[in-house]
């Protein structure tokens, strides 16, 4: 009886020893995939973060230059306004100059017209 005890143990064993080997088997296939997989995300996400740079340094860069041209913007809108001012004054110089060159000697007004009594007047 111990005999068959010792077999049947034996024989469980065996068994339960070939099904460990054959979830170690899986395990062991299961950990390669994972590694895998993490070292795929360990490169998806370096290149993630080194776009990431790329894209916070050109975001820097295009702000410089619209500071720059808001900059020049201001400049020239400030440039445009200095020579209308300009244009202005020498217009209302010009416009000036003209009249006092126009008018040299002031002309008395026109005589009103006359009343009939003044035109009976002069007849007699």
Same mark, same amino acid.
């Given at each position: ?23 170690? #088997?899986?395990? +062991?296939?299961?950990?390669?995939? !994972?590694? @895998?997989?993490? =070292?795929? *995300? &360990? $490169?998806?996400?370096? %290149? ?31 440039? #445009?306004?200095? +020579?209308?001012?300009?244009?202005? !004054?020498? @217009?209302?110089? =010009?416009? *000036? &100059? $003209?009249?006092?060159? %126009? ?22």
């Amino acid at each position: 009886m111990k005999l068959a005890i010792a077999a049947v143990f034996a024989a469980l064993l065996a068994g339960c020893s070939q099904q460990a080997t054959a979830d170690l #088997a899986v395990c +062991k296939s299961d950990l390669t995939r !994972a590694q @895998a997989d993490l =070292a795929t *995300a &360990k $490169t998806a996400q370096t %290149a993630a973060e080194q776009k990431a740079t790329g894209l916070e340094q050109q975001v820097a860069t295009l702000n410089t230059q619209l500071t720059e041209v808001q900059g020049q913007a201001t400049d020239a809108v400030k440039a #445009a306004e200095q +020579k209308a001012a300009q244009a202005k !004054a020498g @217009a209302k110089k =010009a416009a *000036a &100059k $003209t009249k006092s060159e %126009a008018s040299p000697v002031a002309q008395p007004p026109p005589a009103p017209p006359l009343t009939p009594q003044e035109v009976r007047k002069k007849r007699f």
